[in-house]
């Protein structure tokens, strides 16, 4: 089965993924971290993210593995390199963007997505999940919240903590006005590209977060389709 999560950065998508993949038994697959490791490639090689043909090489070559780290947590390697740490930086979030609108760079990620996607059993988290990448997906959520609580929870993830964990942690008032600006940039810039711009498949569940428990969230999400009710329940007994 094949559950497909879409949403704006910062809607709590892969907080939420990673634990509905857990409760059912399925994979997790975190589409934006292939982006990402595109864009830090191409960083590391000084290719110009507006040159779309040395970005659509690095694209072709790149080798992306994930693994799984002893907290539970997922590792990305990038051309053999561990980069899950690396990725997340301000500089690739400000390149990704560029990276994701070349559309022969949404060709060779789409092709290696459904190719992770092809025995079933997928949580894959994205923009264009629902939309391009798997259309017949059982389960399609797009997941939303309002801009200030998805710049809080970017903002408190800089700081190494997670809300889904601690729900009293703060981050600087300077910093969370900073993700907010940047955030409210990528959205318009994600949303208003030609290629697989942001937006919800005509038959995706809409969630919005914003007064949402992320428990509350996996729980609407898991009570959305009795197969994935079932797998809950065995993977508790
Ligand atoms: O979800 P994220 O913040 O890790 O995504 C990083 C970037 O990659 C973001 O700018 C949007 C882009 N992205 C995309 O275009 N398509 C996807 N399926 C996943 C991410």
Known sequence: MIVALDGPSGSGKSSVARAVARRCGLTYLDTGAMYRSVALVCLERGVDPADEAAVAEAARAIDIEFGDAADGSQTVRANGADVTAAIRTPEVERAVSRVSAVPEVREVMVALQRRAGAHGDVVAEGRDIGTVVFPAADVKVFLT???????????????GRNLAEDAGAVADAEEERRVLADLVRRDAYDSTREASPLRPADDACRIDSSDLTFEEVVDKIVALSPELAVRAAEERS
């Open 145 to 159: 919240a309002s801009p200030e609580a998805r710049a809080r929870r970017r903002a408190v993830q800089r700081t």
